[in-house]
């Protein structure tokens, strides 16, 4: 089994397959020995299915194929094929899906590969597409038993964010809606190759399969349209980006829960906007 943190043996890998890293596609790979072991740990997959976004050289998937029954990586570089074939040959729990993982059926690969299992999602994500990947995880798999991802520190706070607080974006409230997040490890820049700009941090999203009472997509309408031009009113975003919503409408939702019309999309509660959902859109 090849130690995939050590540099040198990750350049001769490189080397022997013409494989060079590409920024374009995030390829930032974990080479501090002790994050993989811990990722894997908080992840909580022990005989139970993973997804995993991304695999890159596989330094992560070989400690999740550790762990879990299965694991399935969906990487976009076909260059990885030689790679992962190599890296990962010892394991015979593992299988890689070449394709875009924005583009894929994960429905079906969860049909497919994991029947009777818990599934989870753990990946270092390529920091170009975290939030669109995690929104779309959480819109399309309430199924999931959690996401367990390393991402930006900055998405990491944004992410994990009190609702009501500055940092609290459209991304957070749809994240509070879907799970329970948790920021559960920080990892410096410099236990990558090549070293982002900025730090790391590993979240894990616990995820929660009750609906809260509201539509699903209503309520993701609601807080597309409330966060969707920052320093405006509530009142000013609803109208002007909530189909068959006038200001008149807007004014009297906000008035029947007891919002005041100047308040801003990050000052709301999470209940504020499940009792602004029904009201506007109805159950
Ligand atoms: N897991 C490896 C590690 O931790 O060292 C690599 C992580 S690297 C941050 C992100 C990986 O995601 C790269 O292997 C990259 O090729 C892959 N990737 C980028 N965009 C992708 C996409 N749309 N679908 C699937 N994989 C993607």
Redesign the pocket.
């Known amino acids: 089994m090849y130690d995939l943190t050590n540099i040198n043996t990750l350049h001769r890998i490189f080397e022997k397959n013409g494989f060079n890293l590409?920024k374009g596609?995030?390829?930032?790979?974990?080479v501090d020995p002790e994050v993989?072991p811990q990722i894997a740990l908080h992840a909580d997959i022990d005989g139970e299915g993973v997804i995993?976004?991304?695999?890159?050289?596989g330094?992560?998937?070989c400690e999740l194929a550790k762990r879990a029954k299965k694991v399935v990586c969906?990487?976009?570089?076909t260059k990885?094929k030689p790679i992962l074939a190599d890296t990962l040959s010892d394991f015979d729990n593992v299988e890689v899906i070449f394709?875009?993982?924005?583009k894929c059926d994960l429905k079906a690969i969860i049909n497919q590969h994991f029947k009777g299992m818990n599934v989870s999602v753990c990946?270092?994500?390529?920091?170009y597409?975290t939030s669109p990947i995690i929104m779309m995880l959480l819109e399309t798999l309430p199924e999931l038993k959690s996401i367990t991802v390393?991402v930006q520190k900055e998405a990491a706070i944004r992410l994990c964010a009190e609702m009501g607080t500055r940092e609290c974006g459209a991304v957070t409230a749809a994240v509070r809606y879907y799970s329970s997040p948790q920021q559960v490890l920080d990892v410096p820049r410099d236990s990558f190759l090549p070293p982002p700009k900025v730090d790391s941090a590993v979240i894990k999203l616990t995820v929660n399969s009750d609906n809260q009472g509201v539509n699903r997509s209503h309520f993701f309408k609601v807080i597309k349209a409330a966060f969707s031009m920052r320093r405006k009113t509530l009142l000013n975003c609803l109208s002007a980006h909530l189909d068959g919503c006038d200001k008149a409408k807007v004014l009297n939702a906000l008035e029947q829960c007891g919002i005041s019309p100047t308040a801003r999309a990050e000052e709301l509660t999470m209940d504020q906007y499940i009792a602004l959902c029904k009201t506007i859109l109805g159950e």
């Open positions: 590409k596609l995030g390829q930032n790979f974990i993989c995993e976004i991304g695999p890159g050289a330094v992560l998937t969906i990487e976009l570089d990885l394709a875009d993982v924005m990946a270092n994500l390529p920091y597409i390393m």
